[in-house]
């Protein structure tokens, strides 16, 4: 039996947890020089007069280090056929260096798909909490995965 996850692995309400990165200063403000340059991501003066009170994380990065714990803890394994979008990002409070992500895979919904039956399409919501378990981001999409051979 192979431990490759398919689109029938997918029940809507499950929960699959994809593991936990501490945030760094220095990823914080490299992420943001190349892609984000805000004062409050790349300048820990200018941070501590905005009105986060400190260095955060680009809400991008933020994403950026969701996407990779899901391919890590569980697109690598999985029948992936790459995802048609994303619906919703929320960044619902600033992530700020020490901070520990710990992010969670919810499925909301899987439906095999009509026009090509080697497929599905699940749709799902990303969360990641702090160490102290406040939700700080959710993302709302879809991705595509094989159907179990036959």
């Not at 431990?3 to 997918?10: H, I, K, P, R, S």
């Not at 260095?55 to 950026?64: A, N």
């Not at 803890?73 to 020490?98: F, H």
Request: charged share 25%; proline share 5%.
């Amino acid at each position: 039996m192979s431990d490759t996850l398919y689109f029938e692995d997918f029940t809507v309400g499950s929960r699959r947890e994809l593991g936990s990165k501490q945030i760094t200063e220095e990823e914080i403000i490299a992420f943001a020089r190349q892609y984000d340059p805000q004062p409050f991501h790349i300048d820990k003066e200018a941070a501590k007069q905005s009105i986060y009170g400190g260095l955060i994380s680009s809400g991008w990065m933020t994403c950026s280090v969701m996407m990779r714990m899901l391919v890590d803890n569980m697109t690598s394994r999985a029948a992936s056929m790459g995802s048609p979008g994303v619906d919703e990002i929320r960044w619902l409070k600033p992530v700020y260096a020490g901070d520990t992500l710990t992010v969670t895979l919810v499925v909301l919904d899987a439906r095999p798909s009509n026009s090509k039956p080697d497929r599905g399409v699940v749709h799902t919501q990303w969360e990641a909490v702090n160490q102290r378990g406040e939700l700080v981001c959710t993302v709302k999409g879809m991705g595509m995965y094989g159907r179990r051979p036959a």
